[in-house]
């Protein structure tokens, strides 16, 4: 380590400190060292956990749905960017919903796309149902239609924020400058805007990927009882009536960060292939 | 204290702190925490900090949470012995007097008592089942329109249902018994199994508290909702959350009634203080407000026979609230809790069981 960069190693660990601290925590409880019901040092917790098809469903799940909302959130985020980035309410009205608490996404969800929601009283009304369970189930159902579609909506104004952000500065200039060297609006925009605004929100999707994963209020709210959802199976260890049981809590929220931290080294690792091809 | 019902808050909050203020001098601030969570918080607090101070003095608990927290050392005692008001309670009553057959031994004082009760619309259900033979004959005739949480109240009315399908309470009485255990929880499992197919949802899926199942039963979604105190669809009638005409329904069979406690942490930064509280909370006034519908709606632990007069029959009038059940109704339908492991044990095979659908 050089003199120049040794305050930012020094704020990485600041910053990175709950984290790991956290983590040494987790890691002493989920082998009974320490904690509530620790009973000495034992493997069983861990190999309860993992050799468990619930934890894996729940993963699986759990995955599947942060995937898939962020996924339609970060699409939705640059078709948006893209079209709203020359009109200033266009922008205003796409970065709103930021302000909204995730658990009153859910709520909001919840009180639409419910079985006796908004859209299913609509429904009622135009005489396409007769009872409430006439309407799908789109909240609590193994689909996680309503999760999916509440954490892509939440997620969706920070990333579009982030998206209009590459848009107006670097990709902006850019394509004003293969313009002018005679390239066509559309192939500037395929050429130029299109890479320099994925690439831009890549990092910012992945955290809400990250966020999304271990978030507990909206799966508290919207998710089915089965499969599990990992943060939900979390708490339900970390309270369970059996106090060796909540060793267990510790060794999901160790599995979570594993999987999150899988994700952000696979994209460094990726960022920088990518980096020393184009160089 | 269990922060989530505005009508508790605003007993403690407006209520008894500025009593407590005006009458002691005890500043009471009453702070998030319930059951296994305390258990946590507490551990921890014990592991960073020592023997030094932690942060709650008092702590609202009942069951389980009392069996941890003796396991793990959390609770001092015996003090309640020392609070003048102690001498009103009703030990006699195996409901107060034992805590989910476990002996207090003077580590917590007896708080309120509440029984459990199902939750209905007669408008909409004007004939409901009075026993657990009628409910499964009706939730057969009405698919879709019954299911139960997957916490505390939805295991408690599990468990109520192994009562009645085992001969009784006494079943399960005196300790946990594996075999005994075993047999209610396969004839529990027999009763669901053909069932579920007419829960909501075709039960492949279940509330996951009793605030989602008061949410569907006031949007129509499902008949009945449930409750662990007889008095909250007052109280929730009352705050909107519930419909107006609704009532609660108590079986034939009985159904499942518990106290709940108040102790003392080993590490309590006042624990003077939370003695006075909890003696104060024990006087006949507190215990009264406490008991009215239009408050909290909070069974007493007071022995009526303990009390100076007037108090009785002011107790008796409030008890003859209309829009709640009779107290004679509720005394004779009142069956003991059993112990803890027996909901313990009923929480996991349920969830591995029906919630996985993987006997």
Known sequence: MTRGNAPAAIASLVLASPVVIGAAYSGLAAVGAVGAGADGLSGAALVHVLTSSVTWQGVAWTVATAGVATFLATAAAVVVAVRVRGSRTGRLLAVLPMGVPHVAAALAALLMLGQSGLLSRLARLAGLTAIPSDFPALVYDQAGVALVIASAWKEFPYLALTALAVLLTDAARLEEVARTLGATSTQAFWRITWPRVWLGTAPAALAAFAFLLGQYEMPALLAPSNPTALALLTYERSIDPMLARRAEAHVLALLALVISASIVILYARLQHRGQSESA | ?359
């Open chain 2, 1 to 359: 204290m269990w922060r989530g019902d505005p009508a508790i808050n605003s007993y403690v909050d407006d209520w008894v702190a500025p009593r407590m203020r005006s009458l002691y001098g005890v500043e009471v601030r009453a702070v998030e925490g319930q059951g296994a969570e305390l258990v946590n918080a507490l551990v921890t607090e014990r592991e960073a900090t020592g023997v030094r101070p932690g942060t709650a003095s008092l702590v609202w608990i009942n069951g389980e949470t009392f069996a941890q927290m003796r396991r793990e050392n959390l609770l001092a005692g015996p003090w309640t012995d020392h609070l003048p008001n102690t001498r009103l309670v009703d030990t006699a009553s195996p409901i107060i007097g034992r805590d989910f057959e476990q002996d207090p031994a003077g580590f917590e004082s007896p708080w309120g008592m509440v029984q459990f009760a199902l939750i209905y619309d007669p408008a909409r259900t004007p004939a409901p089942p009075r026993s657990i033979e009628m409910l499964a004959r009706w939730i057969r005739s009405h698919p879709g329109r019954f299911t139960h949480d997957q916490q505390f109240t939805g295991m408690t009315f599990l468990k109520g249902v192994m009562y009645a399908l085992s001969g009784g309470v006494e079943t399960f009485q005196g300790g946990f018994d594996e075999g005994k255990y075993r047999v209610g929880r396969d004839r529990l499992l027999e009763w669901l199994k053909p069932l579920t197919p007419y829960f909501w949802r075709d039960g492949t899926t279940y509330p996951l508290d009793v605030a989602a199942m008061h949410r569907l039963f006031a949007n129509g979604e499902i008949d009945f909702t449930m409750s662990n105190n007889q008095n909250e669809v007052v109280t929730k009638v009352r705050q909107g959350v519930l419909p107006p005409e609704a009532r609660a329904l108590v079986f034939d069979d009985g159904t499942i009634a518990n106290a709940h406690y108040l102790g003392i942490p080993t590490n309590a930064p006042n624990a003077a203080g939370a003695m006075v509280l909890t003696d104060f909370l024990l006087s006949p006034e507190a215990q009264l407000e406490k008991l009215r519908t239009t408050v909290w709606g909070d069974g007493t632990v007071l022995n009526m026979a303990a009390l100076p007069a007037p108090w009785p029959s002011r107790f008796e009038t409030v008890m003859a609230d209309a829009q709640a059940l009779p107290r004679d109704v509720l005394a004779q339908r009142a069956r003991p809790e059993v112990h803890p492991l027996y909901h313990a044990r009923l929480l996991e095979d349920w969830r591995q069981a029906v919630r996985r659908g993987t006997p």
